[in-house]
């Protein structure tokens, strides 16, 4: 964004993010982006499901958590796509760092994770 402030959607994603973190989830970053994409048609997970083309079983464990960033189904990425103030570079920083977990001094990831 321009102002250099972030979107309300990337916010939004990573209010969500800290809440799958506590709850435990192994993908809080990828839980969140696939929360917001569904939340954003404003649909019940098995419409969502039926509309991109995915099985329900598999929007449930993406939004839960239990899928990595990049394997999220590419379907829900066409969503994202559409979303006005999602910065997903910002997000993807995001997963890595908590994927990550490391020290800045500590991490193996060229470029190395931030303190978070």
Request: proline share 4%.
């Amino acid at each position: 964004m321009s102002s250099g402030r972030r979107g309300d959607a990337t916010a939004m994603c990573e209010r969500l993010a800290l809440r799958l973190e506590r709850a435990g989830a192994a993908h809080p970053v990828a839980g969140a982006v696939a929360l917001v994409a569904r939340g954003h048609l404003g649909m019940a997970r098995h419409e969502f499901a039926d509309l991109v083309g995915i099985e329900v079983a598999d929007v449930g464990a993406s939004e839960d958590g239990r899928v990595p960033f990049g394997r999220l189904p590419r379907e829900i990425g066409w969503v994202l796509d559409d979303i006005e103030g999602l910065d997903l570079l910002v997000l993807a920083d995001a997963a890595r760092a908590s994927r990550c977990g490391a020290s800045a001094a500590a991490c193996q990831h060229d470029p190395p994770c931030s303190d978070a």
